[in-house]
């Protein structure tokens, strides 16, 4: 009973750098979120995903991409890591039930990845 | 989009009752939702409310007036693991979640 996997945990880079953050769910949702966390500010969305081979851009995308091949992953890309993408990010995934039968469609969270880039 | 505000930091004693205020502002809202989230952890699912009105789910409760933009979550009989960060997140008419930025809680022996 997994949930929603997030590797790597941690990962320090340097300027310039570019690097590919894993996030795998084994609940079948059908939607998955890229946010970044920081002091102060909250949970910021990156990029989303409500279905597999779509994204869209979230509050903050400059600077990542993802990608969404299979449903059950969700990859989220620095091409040129810069200081300001120092943040911890997390994944999650949720149901796709809209209207009446939403309901709550809880958000599962992954255990976060901590970037750094120097 | 959405502006949501809450409170940075409360201090409460073990065993008594504390308030989170959230106030927001959305071009469109389709439920709110209370986390808590441990320090170095992932935010976990606490309350979801979406008609006005107050949720009750153990030790916690959470109240809803979509007229006013306001909700709450009380904590009650606070405990020791309770010191946490608690996140007002609102749901627009887009299905997307925007949070707020937390209130950190610490609970006092």
């Known amino acids: 009973n997994a949930g929603v996997t997030q590797t790597p945990k941690f990962r320090v880079l340097k300027t310039g750098q570019s690097m590919t953050l894993l996030c795998a769910q084994d609940m079948n949702h059908e939607y998955m979120y890229w946010y970044r966390q920081d002091p102060g500010m909250g949970l910021r969305l990156i990029h989303y995903s409500v279905g597999e081979g779509t994204t869209a851009k979230g509050e903050v995308p400059d600077g990542y991409n993802v990608s969404r091949l299979k449903k059950q992953n969700f990859l989220l890309g620095l091409e040129s890591a810069a200081p300001s993408q120092t943040s911890v990010y997390f994944c999650?995934?949720?149901?796709?039930?809209?209207?009446?039968?939403?309901?709550?469609?809880?958000?599962?969270f992954g255990a976060g990845s901590r970037l750094t880039v120097l | 989009g959405q502006n949501i505000d809450q409170p940075t930091e409360m201090t409460a004693t073990e065993g008594a009752i504390v308030q989170i205020n959230c106030t927001y502002q959305?071009?469109?809202?389709?439920?709110l939702f209370w986390y808590q989230q441990h320090a170095g952890e992932a935010p976990t699912f606490l309350s979801y409310n979406v008609l006005d009105g107050l949720e009750e789910k153990g030790r916690f409760s959470s109240f809803l007036s979509r007229s006013k933009g306001y909700s709450y979550l009380l904590l009650k009989e606070l405990q020791m693991k309770d010191s946490a960060s608690y996140l007002c997140a609102v749901r627009g008419y887009d299905y997307k979640l925007s949070f707020g930025a937390g209130t950190t809680v610490t609970v006092r022996a």
């Open positions: 959305t071009s469109g809202f389709n439920g």
């Open positions: 999650a995934s949720s149901y796709a039930r809209r209207g009446r039968a939403s309901g709550a469609n809880v958000l599962t």
